[in-house]
Nanobody
């Protein structure tokens, strides 16, 4: 069983910062790509940022220069540092992790339950 637990969401004023965390736990062999997605009310879920197992990163254009994704492999955790937050960043943020449960098994996608980020004055 694999579990992803997100934390760090909350209410912040425009221009403020938050740091999201997503920790993977359970029984698995290897973690590959880790990423963050978000879904605003009445909108589709969209990619925010991803980081590979060799620390290659990719960001959506709307967060470049403001958000930074990182990972701590020793803690099986991915982080999203969000600076200069805007009201349009308000959404539920989900982590997604590609994990292989066993040696030689294919990687599968696992999702966290989401954490709400609200940006408002």
């Amino acid at each position: 069983q694999v579990q992803l637990v997100e934390s760090g969401g909350g209410l912040v004023q425009p221009g403020g910062s938050l740091r999201l965390s997503c920790a993977a736990s359970g029984s698995f062999f290897r973690i590959y790509t880790m990423g963050w997605y978000r879904q605003a009310p009445a909108k589709e879920r969209e990619l925010v940022a991803v980081i590979s197992d060799v620390d290659t990163t990719n960001y959506a254009d709307f967060v470049k220069g403001r958000f930074t994704i990182s990972r701590d492999n020793g803690k099986n955790t991915v982080y999203l540092q969000m600076n200069s937050l805007k009201p349009e960043d308000t959404a539920v943020y989900y982590c997604k992790v590609i994990i292989s449960r066993y040696y030689n098994s294919d990687g599968m996608a696992y999702w966290g339950k989401g954490t709400l980020v609200s940006v408002s004055s």
